[in-house]
């Protein structure tokens, strides 16, 4: 496993404890004890009083080339300081600068698409030009993170101006995350414009560079965005269209608007439309013009050969409100037939009842890509040969729109505050959906199987710190879905839900850290929970529970169930009689909040054939001891 030296120090640090929050036995690191100190997070999960982002405007021109995959553009950002500190500085995140010569990456590109950087022209701030001589001044100009230097401060309640022009070679052979699909230029674009980085109330700038596994971090904004790309070419996009009428023809307009009314898949560009040319008007090039406001980035997609379906749903029931959903795919796609349905049925799911919050965003489109990526209002996504496969990745990239575009959490620190809990939310998509499919199974035994191994460490240790990919998606996706799950088995479903839901309405276009995740629960539900947070998110260790002895006690008969590992998880037990009855028994998490050792009762008048502890969603680091005949 390939960990920066220091995380095994801070790991000790996080599993001796450290200083503690309100009372309770976990750490909290100095930077949070300063943040409630000043108010602005509180010890209820609640925003502080004090509590503060910053966001900014972007009025983006850009010119793209599909078939050369060339980008150019021009930009003007007013960023807002709404914190109380004066900003001397301002860092600047050059995500496509991961494609940079010479550049830090947790895994190898290959030569093919590198290039010399994004190339940045006629900086300035507040018109005054940034260079290597004066102030401004750009202190560093390679890799994913640049900062700027400023003559002026931004003092608080201040705005500041930044324009540039700039120019990138997107990558044609490298997909991460996005990219150049299918046959002929059909691509996912993101990450494709410099922004400001987030200035927060607990570390201050963001300064730590992309390197490809840990994702990411964004204040919301709002973004005019002007898109000019060949006249062939259709876009979709994050943010709302503004100009339709300028670019397709009445047959496609008449069917968008349909779409957009019924809950029935609407074919609105099908194969005979683009074998006839019915689609776009005649123009060489067209410029599409979208606005989205409060979103924490931008993305978008372009085809001259993809198919488009198209449905919506009612997502507001009080206001409503309709969602737009989109799919976009190759005609050849295996499964993409059925994602603009699951896409609408998933955003319902996630709407009335698994997040209890309406779906934020006016639209959704599923692209036809490779892999799965989220970003706000789009999703990158390839084929799969199932349904099962189809409704779970559909379910999980449109579950990322709740966490982390509606709910942002810094992934580079803490990644399992999305990943998990999209893990583990959009198996119940999958569990509704697919009738007797047991969609936990695999999550919680993919833990139980690395649970306690050499590459696995506490999920408080930042996921930046894990440049081995294969730990990284233990610490991202596997035993966080399985702690958020067996939190759900530990409070129950309605009181679950009700907690999520609360932490989504107090967190909603704010920054939250997982211990505002934490008390938001202990608030809401008035009950301590710092005996399950502890193990599951601050130690290291696994779940490990087995058979004791049988014994009697007067006219009793009792098994004893021991607590070998540290992580806390459910009893289920299976007894087994000599007359062929059998006894299923089984005891919350919590029987293990004071206590390494549960004695339970059982029928003392037969005899016992056989014990056998476990379930398959529950895991169980070694099944071995779990038997008794």
């Known amino acids: 496993m390939i960990v920066r030296y220091f995380v095994v120090a801070l790991a000790g640090v996080l599993f001796a404890g450290g200083l503690q929050a309100q009372e309770k036995d976990f750490f909290l690191p100095r930077e949070l004890q300063k943040a409630y100190q000043q108010e602005t997070r509180s010890y209820t999960g609640v925003p502080g009083e004090n509590y503060f982002q910053n966001t900014a405007d972007y009025d983006i021109d850009a010119r793209?080339?599909?078939?050369?995959?060339?980008?150019?553009?021009?930009?003007?950002?007013?960023?807002?300081?709404?914190?109380?500190?004066?900003?001397?500085?301002?860092?600047?995140?050059?995500?496509?600068?991961?494609?940079?010569?010479?550049?830090?990456?947790?895994?190898?590109?290959?030569?093919?698409?590198?290039?010399?950087?994004?190339?940045?022209?006629?900086?300035?701030?507040?018109?005054?030009?940034?260079?290597?001589?004066?102030?401004?001044?750009?202190?560093?100009?390679?890799?994913?993170?640049?900062?700027?230097?400023?003559?002026?401060?931004?003092?608080?309640?201040?705005?500041?101006?930044?324009?540039?022009?700039?120019?990138?070679?997107?990558?044609?052979?490298?997909?991460?995350?996005?990219?150049?699909?299918?046959?002929?230029?059909?691509?996912?674009?993101?990450?494709?414009?410099?922004?400001?980085?987030?200035?927060?109330?607990?570390?201050?700038?963001?300064?730590?560079?992309?390197?490809?596994?840990?994702?990411?971090?964004?204040?919301?904004?709002?973004?005019?965005?002007?898109?000019?790309?060949?006249?062939?070419?259709?876009?979709?996009?994050?943010?709302?269209?503004?100009?339709?009428?300028?670019?397709?023809?009445?047959?496609?307009?008449?069917?968008?608007?349909?779409?957009?009314?019924?809950?029935?898949?609407?074919?609105?560009?099908?194969?005979?439309?683009?074998?006839?040319?019915?689609?776009?008007?005649?123009?060489?090039?067209?410029?599409?013009?979208?606005?989205?406001?409060?979103?924490?980035?931008?993305?978008?997609?372009?085809?001259?050969?993809?198919?488009?379906?198209?449905?919506?749903?009612?997502?507001?029931?009080?206001?409503?409100?309709?969602?737009?959903?989109?799919?976009?795919?190759?005609?050849?796609?295996?499964?993409?037939?059925?994602?603009?349905?699951?896409?609408?049925?998933?955003?319902?799911?996630?709407?009335?009842?698994?997040?209890?919050?309406?779906?934020?965003?006016?639209?959704?489109?599923?692209?036809?890509?490779?892999?799965?990526?989220?970003?706000?209002?789009?999703?990158?996504?390839?084929?799969?040969?199932?349904?099962?496969?189809?409704?779970h990745l559909t379910a999980h990239e449109i579950g990322h729109n709740y966490f982390p575009f509606y709910v942002m959490t810094n992934e580079s620190y803490y990644a399992f505050m999305d990943e998990g809990l999209i893990s583990f939310l959009p198996r119940i998509v999958e569990e509704k959906m697919i009738e007797g499919f047991n969609p936990f199974e695999s999550l919680v035994q993919g833990y139980a199987f690395n649970a306690g191994n050499g590459m696995e460490v506490p999920l408080m240790v930042k996921s930046y710190m894990l440049s081995d990919y294969a730990a990284y998606r233990i610490h991202a996706y596997q035993r966080p879905g399985t702690a958020f799950y067996h939190l759900r088995e530990l409070v129950g479903e309605e009181d679950f839900h009700k907690a999520l839901r609360a932490y989504i309405i107090r967190w909603a276009k704010k920054h939250p850290t997982p211990y505002d995740f934490f008390y938001t629960c202990e608030d809401v539900l008035d009950r301590d929970l710092g005996w399950f947070w502890k193990p599951w998110f601050f130690e290291f260790g696994y779940p490990d529970l087995a058979v004791g002895k049988l014994h009697t006690s007067g006219s009793g008969q009792y098994i004893n169930i021991l607590k070998k590992g540290n992580i806390p998880v459910p009893i289920h037990l299976t007894v087994i009689y000599n007359d062929g009855s059998k006894e299923v028994i089984e005891r919350s998490a919590e029987v293990w909040k004071t206590s390494s050792q549960h004695h339970i009762a059982v029928d003392a008048g037969k005899d016992i054939r056989k014990i056998q502890l476990g379930h398959a969603n529950i895991p169980d680091a070694f099944p071995n001891n779990n038997t008794y005949e």
């Open 64 to 391: 793209f080339e599909p078939e050369s995959g060339e980008l150019r553009g021009e930009q003007i950002i007013a960023y807002r300081n709404n914190s109380p500190d004066t900003l001397k500085n301002l860092v600047m995140r050059v995500f496509m600068n991961i494609f940079q010569k010479g550049v830090e990456r947790d895994f190898d590109v290959g030569p093919v698409d590198l290039h010399d950087g994004v190339e940045i022209e006629n900086l300035r701030v507040n018109g005054e030009k940034v260079d290597g001589s004066g102030i401004p001044r750009l202190l560093n100009g390679r890799g994913t993170i640049q900062t700027i230097r400023l003559a002026d401060p931004v003092l608080p309640g201040e705005q500041v101006n930044v324009s540039m022009r700039w120019k990138v070679q997107l990558p044609q052979h490298v997909a991460i995350r996005m990219g150049q699909y299918g046959k002929g230029h059909n691509w996912f674009v993101a990450y494709w414009y410099p922004h400001i980085s987030v200035y927060d109330d607990v570390y201050g700038w963001d300064t730590h560079p992309f390197t490809g596994s840990a994702e990411f971090y964004y204040d919301f904004n709002d973004y005019e965005v002007r898109l000019t790309v060949p006249g062939d070419y259709m876009v979709w996009a994050t943010g709302i269209l503004q100009n339709p009428e300028e670019h397709y023809q009445g047959n496609i307009l008449s069917r968008i608007s349909q779409a957009k009314r019924t809950e029935e898949v609407v074919p609105i560009v099908t194969a005979e439309d683009l074998e006839k040319e019915s689609v776009l008007k005649d123009r060489r090039q067209h410029t599409w013009h979208f606005t989205a406001s409060q979103v924490p980035d931008f993305s978008f997609a372009v085809s001259k050969k993809y198919i488009w379906d198209g449905t919506s749903l009612e997502v507001d029931h009080q206001t409503g409100r309709r969602t737009f959903v989109s799919a976009v795919y190759d005609t050849s796609s295996v499964d993409f037939h059925q994602v603009a349905e699951v896409s609408r049925e998933s955003i319902r799911m996630f709407s009335e009842e698994i997040m209890g919050v309406p779906f934020a965003y006016p639209k959704l489109t599923a692209f036809n890509g490779s892999g799965g990526m989220e970003f706000p209002m789009m999703i990158n996504d390839g084929d799969v040969s199932s349904y099962q496969g189809t409704v």
